[in-house]
């Protein structure tokens, strides 16, 4: 009997127990509704500490301005503003309310007081239970709002945690909490782990506590800054890199076809821009019209269809106005700038002369952060990686199959390729059209780094003449090293001299480069350069 009574206690101990903390988390929502601003700081951590699993959802919407209460019965819940009224939704979901007023609902207010704590609440509790991301997430949130309060648990997280790039971000929690000491014994280790951080937290707080405690430790700090600084500059000088790279990404899209054209044909095809435009507005149809609901497909599907499009009316352009002008460079030159004022005229009357934006697939959204200086847009990886792609694949086009064979034959001695049967007319219209449908393949891959508008080519087709004049007319590996060179040297240009002088300034110099060496960099022999 005595076991048998104490099991109902125990029992009764824990209803009560449990009883007791859904009060307090009951009573802690009616304080974030009814209480001031000292009350809420209670209520939160009460919110944060009861395991609830809304708990976290909570806390977040309260950050975010999305929690609400409903003013007729004092019922909390989220709220989301469509067409100037708000849908209203319970907590537990259970009750739903669409179109009510702005003055039927309230938003949970918070300072900038409350908004700290609760990224502490929220980080804390994603370091003890999230996914890794979350976790991570959340270490490398608390960065900026750590304090002594907030040891014990990153100690607690750290002795569960098993992924080390999370212990790391851990521990460099700790260590700022750590500097703030004039305990040698204490901020010396601590320097040491923010030292090898490039977290731009990390270097605030070293530069705020810089003259603050015994002269050693301010040398010691002064010391750490200089070698974080100069970690940081050499990690900006990398990513410079990387965004030259992706820009010469673009203009090796942009000018190869216009080598593989002017180096077999000699035509100064002023509407190759229009050609990069109308890729570019073809990704936007398919995504917008075609397949709206795909967008992660829609690009992949956009590549061939754009080479297809812009390929066609490369070879309309030939067969119906370029074949006449064969020998007469600067009538060409005018007629085909003509076309392109017709062909962005016609993009202005059929879609309207605004810009238009086309939306990044998940796939290619985001970065990869090397480090704290150090990030990569997946977006840009992605088209430096298809530039390359594409750029193998017309050395493979023009070396290993017979249409390259005839565009060879052609470009080092037309009337021999015509005696020896080869369809030079033919040859021409369908390298007019490869080099316009790759053109449309640099629109496709500009659609993802910038709005598509009328005038898209036109701030790329000068770059492309340059890049094939630098690198060798019709060469195409000349191209390549030309229009990596070009887009790097421009990165590296346009912070010092700003981005119109840092144009005019690789234009001097290709000039001057040319003067020396009129063919470019690699000397392509045939028609094209020796006529």
Do not use: C
């Not at 430096?384 to 290993?400: M, T």
């Amino acid at each position: 009997m005595k076991i048998v009574h104490r099991l109902m206690l125990l029992v009764l101990g824990a209803v009560l127990s449990v009883s007791s903390l859904a009060d307090e988390y009951s009573d802690a929502l009616n304080t974030l509704i009814k209480g001031n601003f000292k009350e809420k700081a209670k209520a939160v951590e009460v919110i944060a500490a009861s395991g609830n699993e809304q708990s976290v959802v909570i806390l977040e919407s309260m950050l975010e301005g999305n929690l609400f209460y409903r003013r007729s019965d004092n019922l909390l819940g989220f709220a989301e503003l469509v067409d100037k009224k708000y849908n209203f939704k319970s907590l537990d979901g259970t009750e739903t309310e669409e179109g009510l007023g702005k003055r039927k609902v309230k938003k949970v207010s918070v300072n900038n007081s409350l908004r700290k704590q609760l990224r502490g609440l929220i980080a804390g509790l994603q370091l003890i239970s999230g996914t890794k991301a979350q976790r991570k997430d959340a270490a490398l949130n608390m960065l900026s709002t750590v304090d002594e309060s907030m040891v014990p648990l990153l100690n607690s997280a750290l002795k569960q945690e098993k992924e080390n790039s999370i212990k790391k971000l851990l521990m460099l929690n700790i260590a700022m909490v750590d500097i703030d000491s004039n305990d040698e014994k204490i901020w010396q280790p601590a320097l040491s782990t923010l030292r090898s951080s490039l977290e731009s937290d990390v270097r605030n707080k070293l530069v705020s506590i810089q003259e603050v405690g015994p002269e050693e430790k301010q040398q010691a700090i002064t010391d750490a800054l200089q070698s974080i600084e100069g970690k940081v500059n050499f990690y900006g000088g990398v990513e410079n890199i990387f965004f030259g790279l992706s820009l010469g990404s673009v203009l090796l899209l942009a000018a190869v076809g216009l080598a593989i054209t002017f180096g077999v044909m000699g035509v100064i095809n002023m509407a190759h821009g229009e050609m990069i435009m109308l890729g570019a507005y073809t990704t936007f149809v398919i995504q917008t019209y075609v397949m709206p609901n795909w967008v992660d497909g829609s690009v992949l599907v956009a590549i061939p269809v754009a080479f297809m499009v812009t390929g066609a009316f490369g070879i309309l352009i030939e067969r119906t106005v370029i074949r006449y002008l064969y020998g007469r460079p600067l009538e060409t030159l005018l007629a085909t700038f003509g076309l392109s004022l017709i062909l962005q005229q016609l993009v202005r009357t059929v879609f309207s002369p605004l810009n238009q934006s086309v939306a990044t697939p998940s796939w290619m959204s985001g970065s990869w952060a090397v480090n704290g200086a150090l990030s990569l847009t997946y977006n840009r990886l992605y088209i430096i990686g298809f530039s390359l792609l594409v750029f193998i694949g017309l050395i493979f086009l023009l070396r290993r199959t017979y249409f390259g064979l005839q565009m060879r034959a052609v470009t080092q001695n037309r009337p021999m390729a015509s005696s020896m049967g080869i369809r030079t007319g033919w040859v021409d219209a369908l390298t007019f059209g490869l080099g316009s449908g790759v053109a449309g393949i640099a629109g496709v891959a500009l659609s993802q780094l910038t709005n598509v508008g009328p005038n898209l080519g036109q701030g790329y087709i000068i770059d492309s003449f340059m890049v094939v004049v630098f690198g060798g007319v019709g060469n195409l590996w000349g191209t390549l090293v030309a229009a990596f060179s070009l887009g790097v040297v421009n990165k590296f240009l346009e912070p010092v001299a700003g981005a119109v002088l840092a144009k005019i300034l690789v234009l001097i110099f290709i000039i001057l480069f040319i003067q020396k060496r009129p063919r470019g960099m690699f000397a392509l022999k045939g028609r094209a350069v020796d006529g």
